[in-house]
């Protein structure tokens, strides 16, 4: 395994002033964002697909650092109900998996998107129970209309340009938010849909990660670390699901954290030693979204616990028995 960073944290950064910074602390691998949900500021595809010069000097300053890119990352809502989102984001995805190619990078993270609930609808509509009954039959639309029709095709299209894997991340809000819903739409599509998988947007809906890797064998294509900080005393009144401000930490029932912040160093061991067990031996790609530290300090405190529990030599045979 090797530690990573997912660079949006560092937008404001030039790419080599960056890349610099991060071999410095000790990173092994970046992952690009390339999506319209906030600026692609280092690995913008308009700018690489149009240029051939700018392309070469992108992957110069990639290899001079020796930095090389676990995946791109272009998560957005390409089956929104809204003709300009879905246009934008989808657009996003095809000239990912081409910039991709000229990369050499197979896998591409997005997230399965979310549909409204019928073909008049105007705004996407994220079903979370079965009643009332019509409730069933959206969700029958958004699955059998929309979400398998377009992974169907974004998987043949990714394919052209030799993109094997489509590494979706599990986000409430979304389609797919639980590694059941994951495999649904594996299951529909095919083994090139695998999961970005995320902890943090588990952690706060109660689900056990290690149970949930295990459960996920072979279909995880990518690993991001974020931790999520649960307020128990705010959920015994209200619940997990909460719409106020992420800035409201006080009153929240849960907000992302830095790795460690969440849950302590016993906790991420299993986590790793999970991933250990189903073979997983790829980029483990820090995301830093904590209010409570800046950028540096945050980074820092999730590098050195991880760097502490990854598991980067590969097993030998056992000696022992």
């Not at 913008?44 to 791109?72: H, R, V």
């Not at 649960?230 to 009144?237: C, E």
Request: with cysteine.
């Amino acid at each position: 395994m090797k530690l990573g960073v997912f660079t949006a944290l560092y937008n404001e950064m030039p790419l080599k002033a960056m890349l610099q910074k991060l071999k410095v602390m000790g990173f092994e691998a970046v992952e690009f964002y390339t999506g319209k949900l906030s600026p692609a500021a280092h690995c913008n595809p308009d700018e690489l697909l149009e240029s051939g010069a700018k392309l070469q000097q992108f992957k110069d300053t990639i290899e001079k650092y020796g930095l090389p890119i676990s995946q791109l990352n272009c998560s957005g809502n390409p089956v929104s109900p809204i003709p300009s989102e879905a246009a934008k984001h989808k657009d996003a995805f095809v000239k990912t998996v081409r910039l991709a190619e000229k990369l050499g990078i197979d896998t591409v993270a997005n997230f399965s998107g979310c549909p409204g609930g019928g073909p008049k609808d105007e705004t996407p509509n994220w079903i979370t129970c079965p009643w009332p009954e019509e409730f069933l039959s959206m969700l029958d639309y958004q699955w059998n209309e929309v979400l398998i029709p377009f992974w169907q095709w974004a998987v043949k299209e990714a394919a052209d340009y030799g993109v094997t894997k489509i590494a979706l991340e599990m986000h409430p809000g979304f389609c797919v938010y639980n590694p059941e819903t994951l495999l649904r739409l594996r299951a529909a599509v095919g083994p090139a849909i695998g999961s970005n998988f995320d902890p943090s947007h588990l952690i706060w809906q109660g689900i056990d990660i290690p149970e949930a890797i295990l459960m996920l064998r072979g279909a995880i294509f990518h690993m991001h670390a974020k931790d999520t900080r649960v307020f128990s005393r705010n959920i015994r009144k209200n619940g997990n699901l909460d719409t106020k401000h992420y800035s409201d930490v006080e009153h929240r029932a849960w907000v992302f954290g830095t790795v460690g912040y969440g849950n302590d160093e016993h906790y991420w061991r299993a986590v790793v030693d999970a991933l250990a067990v189903i073979g997983y031996n790829g980029v483990i790609s820090i995301e830093h979204e904590d209010s409570s530290m800046s950028k540096d300090e945050g980074l820092k405190k999730a590098y050195d616990l991880l760097d502490k529990v990854i598991i980067r030599e590969k097993p030998g045979p056992m000696w022992w028995a």
